[in-house]
């Protein structure tokens, strides 16, 4: 059972019993009266944002979540498909579940799954991934402004803004929380 003194960001609980995660928590305190935790909470599976207040006494439980790493199979009629390397049980998730973490997935990489009550809903990616540039415009010469970008197409289909000097074949570390490119990977 949780506190509102164990919130953190982050911390999955149930709430009315829905699962949520704390987006964002704040004490207060007014008057003679005891103190009070303002809150904003991400439902897990909808993504819908609540703000709520709970006294210092409340207890919560943790939300039926289980993480496993599992092996990034292929992608087939909107649905991608994984499996346990270990049971080499496969589950498939819808893309709207996934959401943008597609653009980053690689075949035959691992990646932890997010379980809920069973289901996959969600999956926990690195916050860099290196992708390789597939298509991208031969850079001017003469480009020597510090901050022209030109559009790249990776390997996934994920179109970023890149530095002139990236060419077709080169390896990108993109940011997978922003989209943005952050560097040239060595190769």
């Not at 609980?13 to 009070?36: C, E, L, T, W």
């Not at 270990?86 to 075949?107: A, H, P, R």
């Not at 901050?147 to 790249?152: D, I, Q, R």
């Amino acid at each position: 059972m949780y506190t509102p003194s164990d919130f953190r960001k982050g911390l999955r609980i149930i709430v009315d019993d829905q699962p949520y995660y704390v987006v964002s928590y704040q004490h207060f305190k007014m008057g003679r009266g005891k103190a009070n935790i303002r809150t904003k909470l991400k439902h897990i599976k909808t993504g819908a944002v609540v703000e709520k207040v709970f006294s210092s006494n409340d207890s919560f439980k943790p939300p039926d979540m289980e993480e496993k790493k599992m092996q990034y199979l292929y992608e087939s009629d909107g649905e991608m498909t994984f499996m346990d390397s270990t049971t080499f049980e496969q589950v498939q998730i819808s893309v709207e579940n996934i959401g943008d973490s597609k653009w980053y997935l690689l075949e035959n990489d691992e990646y932890k799954i997010l379980f809920l009550d069973g289901e996959a809903i969600s999956i926990d990616l690195p916050a860099s991934v290196i992708l390789e540039v597939t298509a991208t415009e031969p850079s001017a010469r003469g480009d020597t402004v510090s901050n022209v970008t030109k559009p790249a197409t990776l390997q996934t289909g994920l179109v970023v803004k890149v530095p002139p000097f990236i060419k077709e074949g080169d390896k990108v570390k993109v940011d997978t929380r922003t989209g943005e490119y952050l560097e040239r990977a060595n190769k």
